[in-house]
Nanobody, 117 residues
Framework: VQLVESGGGLVQAGGSLRLSCGTS????????IAWFRQAPGKEREFVAR????????NYEDSVKGRFTISRDIAKNTVYLQMDGLTPEDTGIYYC???????????WGQGTQVTVSS
């Protein structure tokens, strides 16, 4: 299973970024795809998750109403639209895949998101 993140960068507080996770047709059609993040000096934490049908979606409480996870089957890509960014959203964002909710078995290499105040 291959997961390739892109779209990270430097943005000012209040700004937006869209992260992309490119994968295969088989993966997006049969796995849960999730986004995690890891801030400097902190443990990796769950951000959002979507299942293969796009009907089971979950968010970590601090990003609800600001982040939106979605998928484009034709492009084999899962997106994380991040609006209203704050410096607390700074970190490396990872795409992950697993066979069911709460289970992650595969990880991407990560993409850096930096939000300046």
């Amino acid at each position: 299973v291959q997961l390739v993140e892109s779209g990270g960068g430097l943005v000012q507080a209040g700004g937006s970024l869209r992260l992309s996770c490119g994968t295969s047709e088989r993966t997006i059609g049969s796995y849960y795809i999730a986004w995690f993040r890891q801030a400097p000096g902190k443990e990796r934490e769950f951000v959002a998750r979507i299942n293969w049908a796009g009907e089971d979606i979950n968010y970590e409480d601090s990003v609800k109403g600001r982040f939106t996870i979605s998928r484009d089957i034709a492009k084999n890509t899962v997106y994380l639209q991040m609006d209203g960014l704050t410096p607390e959203d700074t970190g490396i964002y990872y795409c992950a895949a697993g066979p069911y909710s709460g289970r992650t078995e595969y990880w991407g290499q990560g993409t850096q998101v930096t939000v300046s105040s």
